[in-house]
Nanobody, 125 residues
Framework: QVQLVESGGGLVQAGDSLRLSCAAS????????MGWFRQAPGKERDFVAA????????YYADSVKGRFTISRDNAKNTVYLQMNSLKPEDTAVYSC??????????????????WGQGTQVTVSS
């Protein structure tokens, strides 16, 4: 069992930066691939980024590549999403999630079986 709690969201202006954190409980956190997803009002949940258990491999949606960076600190049971050069279209609720053990479909939200409650990110123009 893994419980996830996000923090770090807020209201910023276009071009600003934010760093989201996702704190996990459970001593098996380091075994999981972790992902960030986002959902804007009236839109589907979209993949943002994922990081393998070791932190050696990271993956990004094209829309955030070069602006967002996912990282993790297994000693602190925490995964981060550094978001730079934010745009109004980045406005959404951001959620972290743990990928089902043994799955490699990190872009598919349905493959994640543990979710945080989400944190709102609003970017004004």
């Amino acid at each position: 069992q893994v419980q996830l709690v996000e923090s770090g969201g807020g209201l910023v202006q276009a071009g600003d930066s934010l760093r989201l954190s996702c704190a996990a409980s459970g001593r098996t956190f380091s075994y999981y691939t972790m992902g960030w997803f986002r959902q804007a009002p009236g839109k589907e949940r979209d993949f943002v980024a994922a990081i393998m258990w070791s932190g050696d491999n990271t993956y990004y949606a094209d829309s955030v590549k070069g602006r967002f960076t996912i990282s993790r600190d297994n000693a602190k049971n925490t995964v981060y999403l550094q978001m730079n050069s934010l745009k109004p279209e980045d406005t959404a609720v951001y959620s972290c999630a743990a990928l089902r053990y043994g799955s490699n479909q990190y872009r598919n939200w349905a493959e994640y079986n543990y979710w945080g409650q989400g944190t709102q990110v609003t970017v004004s123009s």
